[in-house]
């Protein structure tokens, strides 16, 4: 398509996350503006890689991680900073998936299907594996099932985590963490755990003190905080709390949506700073106005969504080698203490196909 429409100015790429890469890359090396769901990649390979292909061509680039426009994602960065918390130097982050409400939206912690039905006359079965290893057609990967495979998606921390710590990095200033080390449900080579809990380290940024970010997904959540009152829920599905020197702020929902500073008393006494952050034309409207007169977008690739997705994606890598603690050269991008770890990191592309 590329190839024959001279005229295609910028691309949105809504495939499954282990063609993300692939089809991302070949629009940045024609120059194209691209938009590309969330999570930017399903390798920690690809994720640096896009980065830098971005960095270098120039290109207007956002990833689909929404919240980035959320009112409530500003003022938890106009809120930390002002000294809201004090310090922060302990996050809490989760997801319910890969349930929603008490059902299973898609398989985790299963063998893959033995059986072979036939390929659906609408679907090119060996186009839409793309650079994964070949396996026979099955709906058990789509449509939209492929996200609780290792060969195509990252479950829910690829899924939920992209959104739900977007505010955390955005807030806290975090790039690259110093180590991980995980915890989960029974899994196998073929699909991610039900429920599992990543544990980051980050290092100290200026004058900002060092970061423990705890992940939960799949029902799992953190311990209530006794400064929530009694009648007050602590969401299920998705919510973050951070924890300051000087008190904590609950935000429940994905992405950022509704901080609150706990109890509410504390809320309620709290002088709000000036809204320091431009606020947003709407995440698609960034990108769009990027494209046109080149201004910056909230989830660029090379500024913000590559370095997220990295950090995301390690903790994948962390629960796939075992859950030991790996710790990170990002500068090298290796895991330092595992070779097992490291071949995590990347696969070899099909035949046909490369970035």
Partial sequence: MLDKEKSID??????????????????IKMGKHVYCEKPLTRTVYEARALAEATRQAGVATQMGNQGMAFDGNRLINEWIWDGALGQVREVHAWSDRPTHNGELFWAQGVDRPPETPPVPATLDWD??????????????????????????????L?????????????????????????????????????ASTVHYEF??????????????????????????????????????????????????????HSPRLIPEAKMKAYKRPPKTLPRSIGHHNEWIKACKEGTPTRSAFDTFAGPLTEAVLLGTVCVRAGGERLLWDSANLKVTNSEKANEYLHYAYRKGWTL
């Fill in 203 to 256: 290092a100290a940024r200026g004058d900002m003190a060092p970061v423990t970010l705890h992940w939960y997904d799949g029902g799992i959540i953190p311990a209530r905080p006794p400064e929530l009152e009694d009648d007050r829920e602590l969401s299920r599905e998705d919510g973050l709390i951070f924890v300051g020197d000087k008190g904590k702020m609950y935000v429940e929902g994905w992405g950022g």
């Fill in 10 to 27: 910028a691309v949105v790429v809504g495939t499954p996350d282990h063609t993300h890469a692939v089809v991302s890359m070949w629009a």
């Fill in 127 to 156: 186009l839409w594996l793309g650079p994964a290893p070949y396996r026979p057609y099955h709906p058990a990967y789509h449509p939209f099932r492929w996200r609780g495979w290792w060969d195509f998606g990252s479950g829910g």
């Fill in 158 to 194: 690829g899924d939920m985590g992209i959104h739900n710590l977007a505010p955390v990095f955005s807030a806290l200033k975090l790039k690259a963490p110093t180590s991980v080390c995980a915890s989960s449900t029974l899994f196998n080579d073929e699909t991610l755990p039900l």
